[in-house]
């Protein structure tokens, strides 16, 4: 049974190149799943097709610490419209941690036209 947990919950995590998550990750990933199966959540439906790319620590302040969480920017979309009401499920779940999530997003190299883009837009760039 347990088992079958960290599998679902290992589905909510997406690294490139088949890189192994960090416990952190794996914390956040069954933090989300949690919320998406636990009945009286109202994010459920939005929450299944949320993934992560990544997630950090952050010492923040005296003592104080954040959790820093990255999504690839393909559900981007998805997690802004819920981004208020999971930042609170996850702030319970990572007791009283700040919960801070960003946008995973590709940058482009200078010879971008091969991707079929006619301008870079400056999200993408490094400068």
């Known amino acids: ?9 290992r589905k909510k ?5 088949g890189a192994a ?3 952190l ?3 956040v990933a069954k933090a989300l799943f949690d919320i998406e199966v636990s009945p009286s959540s109202d994010i459920k439906a ?7 790319s990544g997630a950090k620590e952050v010492e923040v302040g005296k003592g104080g610490g954040a959790v820093v969480i990255h999504v690839p920017f393909r559900v981007w979309k998805t997690v802004r419209k819920i981004q208020g009401r999971l930042i609170r499920e996850l ?7 700040s919960v801070v999530l960003v946008a995973n997003r590709t940058i482009l190299d200078k ?3 091969r991707k079929g883009l006619k301008v870079r837009p400056r ?3 490094l400068t």
């Open 1 to 9: 049974k347990h088992s079958a947990i960290m599998m679902n919950a």
């Open 13 to 17: 995590i997406v690294k490139e190149k």
């Open 21 to 23: 998550p960090t416990d």
């Open 25 to 27: 990750e794996e914390e």
């Open 46 to 52: 939005e929450l299944r097709d949320v993934v992560i």
């Open 91 to 97: 702030e319970k779940k990572f007791n009283k941690r």
């Open 111 to 113: 010879n971008f036209k």
């Open 123 to 125: 999200s993408r760039t």
